[in-house]
């Protein structure tokens, strides 16, 4: 198999997880990922749109409806009115913490499968496909 579809089944995959998770806490995948990206000291719209690889607007819809949720909080920039900020409200901070640990929980399932040391080496190998990424894309 090559890398690519490697991880596009490993993405179909997570991904079904992440939305039986982000179900049982009444928002979709798309929501809870969006959640997942807000750090806890907030982040400007534009950076989170780059992050997620979604146009303003499209985040913006979705955004709309975390506000209406109680789970995001939107603020201008209190130096430059131009930049909105989102913030995790309260609520959303907890649903986060709930989601995490679920997302912990469904994550030692299936590395269950795998012995100790093969989980330790995926990890390991993850972080760095992650900083590959990251170097790539920034």
């Not at 146009?55 to 819809?61: E, V």
């Not at 009115?81 to 997302?103: A, C, M, P, T, Y």
Request: glycine share 4%.
């Amino acid at each position: 198999m090559y890398m690519a579809e490697i991880l596009v089944r490993i993405v179909v995959q997570f991904g079904a997880i992440i939305r039986y998770v982000a179900s049982n806490h009444d928002i979709t995948s798309s929501q809870a990922i969006t959640l997942l990206s807000i750090p806890f000291d907030g982040t400007p719209v534009s950076s989170l749109s780059k992050q997620l690889g979604l146009d303003i607007s499209t985040l913006s819809r979705n955004l709309d409806k975390l506000i209406l949720k109680d789970l995001v909080l939107k603020k201008k920039h209190t130096k430059d009115s131009r930049i909105v900020l989102i913030f995790l409200s309260k609520n959303g901070q907890s649903i986060i913490k709930q989601i995490e640990g679920d997302l912990q929980d469904e994550s030692l399932n299936f590395l269950n499968h795998l012995e100790l040391d093969c989980q330790q080496n995926l990890l390991t190998g993850l972080e760095k496909l992650l900083w590959a990424i990251d170097c790539h894309r920034n």
